[in-house]
């Protein structure tokens, strides 16, 4: 069964940077699915911010374009997502998973955007 784990949150002031970072352990096909970035803030549904596909092509949410990119190394079974401009309604529990949510849900990285 695979295993997500999500890692590298934390508060950061707007306009601040994080990398976050997702192992899917026990996976012996990661490398041919198409992996997401999901938040989830309070009050609000879990949302796609990012993916990429097993080729390497991006798509990212309106909200987020031109600020976060999506990466991945296969070798490692890690996704990778780095946030740059962040503004507080970035604010928000982030998990990875396939875009089709074929895993279960890690524990998610709380990332928190305030002055």
């Known amino acids: 069964q695979v295993q997500l784990v999500e890692s590298g949150g934390g508060l950061v002031q707007p306009g601040g940077s994080l990398r976050l970072s997702c192992v899917a352990s026990r996976s012996t096909t990661f490398s041919v699915y198409t992996m997401g970035w999901f938040r989830q803030a309070p009050g609000n549904q879990r949302e796609l911010v990012a993916a990429i596909s097993s080729g390497g092509s991006t798509n990212y949410a309106d909200s987020v374009k031109g600020r976060f990119t999506i990466s991945r190394d296969n070798a490692k079974k890690t996704v990778y997502l780095q946030a740059n401009s962040l503004k507080p309604e970035d604010t928000a529990v982030y998990y990875c998973?396939?875009?089709?949510?074929?895993w279960g849900w890690g524990q998610g990285t709380r990332v928190t955007v305030s002055s």
């Open positions: 998973n396939t875009k089709n949510s074929n």
